[in-house]
């Protein structure tokens, strides 16, 4: 095989590697890309993907939801089918196994790092589930893990609250590359803080039993401690107040995909602004909330009542590298804040 042609297949099986591990559409795959290959080559490619997939380590410790692993099958069984006239045994055999699977509430997404670890999370397999859209994660939580990733020296050694976690994508990658002093996690769902609690042991992360003030533990604040201190706090944006803010002292706060409707666009503001009066003997956290761009007059009303607050905000530089598979199509930003 020419070095070129060699190069070509590693790329395709990486893509076909990420977009699996992170459970993303099927139409979002290089079908066209592999069938032309199928065309060249016999079927090791073919079982090559499927190592990189169905039975990745990854996949094999913590599944994917069953149903989108029979539909990626089958799809990679018809184009096969379409270019070769021989079955497959192996991939009728990893279809089987699916057909007679039950399907769990709960499934997995992985995603790949830089260093060569990951992130996996516990996701509902419904994208509304118990009445909140915070049991998956958006496609700004991935903009913004990899907007931190490009820039660490913006986390690290540092406190980082971050309001509305979700799943806690974007927390994780930090928190595995971004060597923060101390990470604050919050939601207000009781799911959802059920959730992420379960998802930071699953990647090796220990908690906190006290969330209330995590700056209190001076023997934590080391910057040669190869673990940040993780917490996992309930906040409710209506109902908190200055002195509950105030105790988490943090350096950085961080929010992603959060703008969704007018009301908690009001709340989250309220919470900001909160923040920029209970924290005013200190210095002012550097403050990043990341959107996607689904409504614009949503986003319109952020920066208004921004304004009305006094918080004067900027746009983030963009940054170069794409680590995770998401929708190309969607206009996400980051604005830095300045409380």
């Known amino acids: ?63 994917p939801s069953v149903k989108y692993a029979r539909c990626f099958l089958s799809e990679l069984i018809r184009k096969h089918e379409a270019v070769h006239e021989e079955p497959l045994d192996e991939l009728y055999e990893a279809l089987a196994e699916t057909l007679t699977a039950e399907e769990p509430p709960q499934c997995h997404r992985s995603y790949l790092l830089p260093s060569g670890d990951s992130v996996t999370l516990s996701e509902s397999t419904a994208i509304v589930s118990h009445g909140t859209t915070g049991l998956v994660t958006w496609n700004a939580a991935l903009y913004l893990a990899e907007w931190a990733i490009e820039n660490p020296e913006a986390f690290t050694h540092r406190t980082v609250l971050e309001l509305g976690s979700g799943a806690g994508l974007t927390g994780l990658a930090m928190c595995k590359m971004c060597r923060p002093r101390a990470y604050v996690f919050s939601d207000c769902h009781s799911r959802v803080l059920e959730q992420l609690r379960g998802n930071v042991l699953l990647n090796g992360l220990l908690l906190e039993p006290d969330v209330t003030a995590p700056a209190q533990h001076p023997e934590h604040n080391t910057h040669n401690s190869e673990s940040p201190r993780v917490m996992v706090a309930q906040l409710d944006w209506d109902t908190v107040t200055a002195p509950q803010l105030a105790a988490f002292q943090p350096d950085v706060i961080i929010a992603a995909d959060v703008l969704y409707c007018p009301e908690t666009v009001l709340s989250l503001v309220r919470v900001l602004q909160t923040l920029s009066t209970c924290l005013k003997d200190q210095r002012a956290p550097d403050t990043y909330v990341a959107f996607t761009i689904r409504n614009p007059e949503t ?41």
């Open 299 to 339: 986003c319109q009303l952020f920066t208004t009542e921004l304004g009305k607050a006094g918080i004067s905000w900027e746009a983030a530089p963009r940054h170069n590298q794409k680590l995770f598979p998401y929708e190309e199509h969607s206009e996400t930003e980051i604005l830095k804040l300045i409380l």
């Open 1 to 63: 095989m020419a070095p070129d042609d060699s190069a070509e297949i590693s790329r395709l099986l990486q893509r076909f590697e990420r977009r699996f591990l992170a459970t993303r559409a099927l139409r979002s795959f290089p079908w066209q890309s592999l069938e032309e290959k199928l065309r060249d080559s016999g079927s090791e490619l073919l079982l090559d993907i499927l190592q990189k997939t169905v039975k990745h380590p990854l996949c094999v410790k913590h599944p």
